[in-house]
């Protein structure tokens, strides 16, 4: 009996120790009653697209003694949490902006807020996945009365302060502001249209207020008086006539910009930055509101300017698809050193078989005059010094990968990049420093978009400087930070000069720039190294030599560095291959829709994004758009006139350069680059070229006169080089209208390029 209770007592007594480990290795959460108070809120009535980051706005209030929390917010099913530390003083309220990215279908987002391991308050924000070309948010009255705009009317307090928490959008109508933008609204705004965003801004009475609270980057007109409207445009894009007389501002678009219908009256004006786009209404929304095609004509316009299909998605915003398309290169890391353990402990088994019995013998000989004590003694401090020292002078079994994208928006900000990622042999705390405050999120860089992408510590703060990351013993480990920079002080002008271009490049900046180019579609010019202080000049080549069609534009600049004997013999099939990738993902990570530049390219002797010298690879590039400026006679040769795939509705070929014709005509628009959308042609030259040569003799071919909207024959003894005289009126806001058509059953894939000579007033 007594064996019994005992046996019983035992049981218990190992069962609460088991409780109480358990609860010391997994606490539970524990839950205060503080005077701390939570209100969330997420302007987009929490819609959300995967793969970007969802914004909340939350407001803490605390009626108790100050107190310094962290707000975390983690998506449902997802063990990432993303957070920030806020300091909340006795009867003070703190409103902050937290965002979380959102890797897989989530049904809510838990947002907490807690101080020493105690939850203080607690919310859950339910989500709604919302496609992503219907991810559309209007600041003001909505000028529709469907669901056209995801959340209805928005505040300006409603609208984040990051271009992050804008990623999720596709379209943003700016038509009322209840208060001016803060300078951070400002720049988030910039940083999101130039990423891909489509930003409309109405007219009437409120356009001046609109537009001095936009950065001047986004300003796509001067309001020059007022005007009775073209109404055309409006009837073609809902395809309803507008009967009534619309009476709006004179607009006049900025260098860059083209005016949408009359010139002299344009109802909108079109502007193209970075890879996004600015709408400028010249009417106020509410002048639309008796017309039968308001609906129709709002939807038309309110599309988005990018949609980049990615594994887990579509998005409107570039930086995903970057990414996805930068994953083949994340995945050349270096060789790993691996520690000589073997060396050790065969050194070690020496030691052990020889020295040891060695002394032992001594001590048999010498009569035990050695006591056994300092023999063991000698043996272990002996052991442990060669440990000691084969640990110290073992290579570090540690290999990382850094590749940083820094774009640069305008001369006062870019926006950067940085994916790292990290392979250790030996567990090991790696800190990673950032120059500018970064938002983290986990990076998977597998076929599969949920493999290695949540080994990172939790939580992930926000608008860091500084993560530590803890490396397990063979487990890949990946992050990508983003970060807002001050402009690097590098200027790149292509200036019209004696009737060609001259490209000026002045480095200002710290750093050097290696292997430095300046690349339109498939024309390179090639300035070498540029140190800090140094200026290049060069004249744009009349002639160029014919580029492979189905190049890419990292395969002709690494070819060309190649071929030239400037990469070095060190893995160079390494680094071909990483250098390729990275170029397009960084300038043409969407294949279907080319935009050929201008840029420059660079690479960086440094990384300005870290303060330290990272072990492993590092590899920095610089991306800008170069400004064409200047006025007068200006011969462009053929190849400035490229075919623009966001406007042709044919299918392409070749790499998108050409497209695919058959029975029925196929119409191709060519497009000078924005900066030259004034220019007035006086000839045209036209390089065609097919796959099939026998093509090119059947071809028939099509010019559009804008002045008459009617198309034109052209004649031309050879279809595949021809020229248009007297072309003022083929070319309008920089755009060349052709269709081509031919007598074959099979479609045949033609290659269009172009060269003008003309004014710019």
Same mark, same amino acid.
């Given at each position: 009996m007594m064996i019994g209770r005992l046996r019983l007592a035992i049981l218990v007594l190992y069962a609460t120790l088991s409780l109480h480990i358990i609860q010391w290795v997994w606490p539970s959460p524990t839950y205060a009653q503080s005077g701390v108070s939570l209100e969330v809120f997420t302007p987009f009535a929490g819609q959300y697209v995967v793969g970007e980051w969802l914004p909340v706005r939350a407001t803490l209030r605390n009626a108790g003694a100050t107190i310094t929390a962290t707000i975390t917010g983690s998506p449902a099913d997802d063990p990432a949490q993303y957070a920030r530390v806020i300091r909340i003083p006795t009867g003070g309220q703190e409103t902050i902006?937290?965002?979380?990215?959102?890797?897989?279908?989530?049904?809510?987002?838990? *947002?907490?807020?807690?101080?020493?391991?105690? &939850?203080?308050? #607690?919310?859950? $924000? @339910?989500?709604? !996945?919302?496609?992503?070309?219907?991810?559309?948010?209007?600041?003001?009255?909505?000028?529709?009365?469907?669901?056209?705009?995801?959340?209805?009317?928005?505040?300006?307090?409603d609208l984040p302060d990051h271009a992050l928490g804008l990623s999720n959008l596709s379209v943003l109508a700016l038509f009322?502001?209840?208060?001016?933008?803060?300078?951070?609204?400002?720049?988030?705004?910039?940083?999101?249209?130039?990423?891909?965003?489509?930003? *409309?801004?109405?007219?009437?009475?409120?356009? &001046?207020?609109? #537009?001095?609270? $936009? @950065?001047?980057? !986004?300003?796509?007109?001067?309001?020059?008086?007022?005007?009775?409207?073209?109404?055309?445009p409006l009837a073609d894009l809902a395809e309803v006539a507008f009967p009534n007389p619309l009476?709006?501002?004179?607009?006049q678009p900025v260098n860059g910009a083209y005016a949408i219908g009359n010139p002299t009256a344009p109802p909108w004006i079109e502007y193209p930055v970075g890879h996004g786009r600015v709408t400028q209404l010249a009417f106020s929304p509410d002048s639309l509101n008796t017309w039968a095609g308001r609906d129709l004509f709002w939807s038309a316009l309110a599309q988005p300017v990018l949609l980049a299909q990615t594994?887990?998605?579509?998005?409107?915003?570039?930086?995903?698809?970057?990414?996805?398309?930068?994953?083949?290169?994340?995945?050349?890391?270096?060789?790993i050193d691996i520690p000589v353990f073997g060396q050790s402990f065969l050194a070690l088994t020496i030691y052990a078989l020889v020295v040891i019995p060695f002394l032992i013998g001594i001590w048999w000989w010498r009569h035990r005059v050695l006591p056994v004590t300092i023999l063991f003694l000698v043996a272990v401090i002996s052991s442990g010094s060669s440990l000691w020292w084969a640990n110290a002078n073992a290579a570090p079994a540690y290999t990382s990968l850094r590749l940083t994208l820094i774009e640069q928006i305008d001369n006062r900000q870019a926006i950067?990049?940085?994916?790292?990622?990290?392979?250790?042999?030996?567990?090991?705390?790696?800190?990673v420093s950032f120059t500018s405050p970064a938002f983290l999120r986990p990076l998977s860089i597998g076929a599969d978009p949920n493999g290695d992408a949540m080994v990172l510590n939790n939580p992930l703060f926000q608008e860091t400087t500084q993560i530590a990351v803890q490396l397990a013993p063979w487990e890949r480990q990946s992050l990508l930070a983003s970060m807002v920079l001050p402009a690097l002080p590098?200027?790149?002008?292509?200036?019209?000069?004696?009737?060609?271009?001259?490209?000026?490049?002045?480095?200002?900046?710290?750093?050097?720039?290696?292997?430095?180019?300046?690349?339109?579609?498939?024309?390179?010019?090639?300035?070498?190294?540029?140190?800090?202080?140094?200026?290049?000049?060069?004249?744009?080549?009349?002639?160029?030599?014919?580029?492979?069609?189905?190049?890419?534009?990292?395969q002709l600049i690494v070819n060309d560095l190649r071929e030239n004997g400037l990469l070095p013999n060190r893995n160079i099939e390494q680094l071909v291959s990483l250098r390729t990738t990275f170029i397009d993902a960084a300038v043409?990570?969407?294949?279907?829709?080319?935009?050929?530049?201008?840029?420059?390219?660079?690479?960086l002797d440094r990384d300005p994004t870290t303060s330290t010298i990272p072990d492993g690879w590092s590899e920095t590039l610089l991306v800008m758009r170069p400004h064409i400026v200047g006025q007068g006679q200006l011969i462009l040769p053929v190849g400035w006139l490229r075919i623009d795939p966001k406007s042709t509705q044919t299918t392409s070929c070749s790499n998108d350069n050409g497209i695919l014709i058959s029975n029925a005509a196929g119409d191709v628009h060519l497009r000078l680059p924005a900066d030259l959308a004034q220019l007035q042609a006086e000839t045209i030259q036209v390089h065609v070229k097919t796959v099939d040569p026998l093509a090119d003799r059947q071809l028939v071919i099509q010019a559009y006169n804008w002045q008459t909207a009617n198309w034109s024959p052209v004649t031309a003894t050879d279809p595949t080089r021809f020229t248009i005289a007297s072309a003022a009126a083929y070319l309008r806001n920089g755009e060349l209208r052709l269709r081509f058509s031919n007598s074959f059953d099979q479609p045949t894939c033609i290659i269009v390029t172009g060269g003008v000579q003309g004014v710019v007033p």
């Open positions: 902006w937290l965002y979380v990215w959102i890797r897989q279908p989530a049904r809510a987002v838990t *947002i907490t807020v807690s101080a020493n391991n105690v &939850i203080l308050a #607690q919310q859950e $924000l @339910p989500l709604l !996945l919302r496609p992503t070309d219907r991810m559309r948010a209007v600041l003001g009255e909505s000028p529709v009365s469907g669901d056209l705009f995801a959340t209805g009317s928005l505040q300006v307090a009322e502001l209840s208060e001016p933008l803060s300078p951070s609204q400002q720049s988030a705004l910039l940083a999101w249209v130039h990423n891909g965003g489509h930003l *409309i801004v109405g007219g009437g009475p409120d356009a &001046i207020t609109l #537009q001095t609270n $936009l @950065p001047s980057t !986004l300003q796509a007109a001067q309001i020059a008086g007022v005007a009775a409207l073209d109404r055309q009476i709006g501002l004179k607009l594994t887990i998605g579509s998005s409107a915003q570039l930086t995903s698809r970057q990414i996805e398309a930068l994953r083949p290169a994340l995945s050349i890391l270096p060789a950067a990049n940085s994916a790292l990622v990290m392979l250790s042999a030996m567990p090991r705390t790696e800190t590098v200027q790149a002008t292509l200036v019209i000069d004696q009737e060609r271009l001259r490209v000026d490049l002045q480095n200002d900046s710290s750093v050097t720039l290696r292997d430095t180019y300046i690349m339109y579609g498939d024309q390179l010019i090639f300035f070498g190294t540029l140190r800090p202080g140094a200026r290049s000049v060069a004249r744009w080549p009349a002639v160029f030599a014919e580029a492979p069609v189905n190049a890419s534009p990292g043409r990570p969407v294949s279907e829709r080319f935009d050929p530049g201008p840029f420059l390219i660079a690479w």
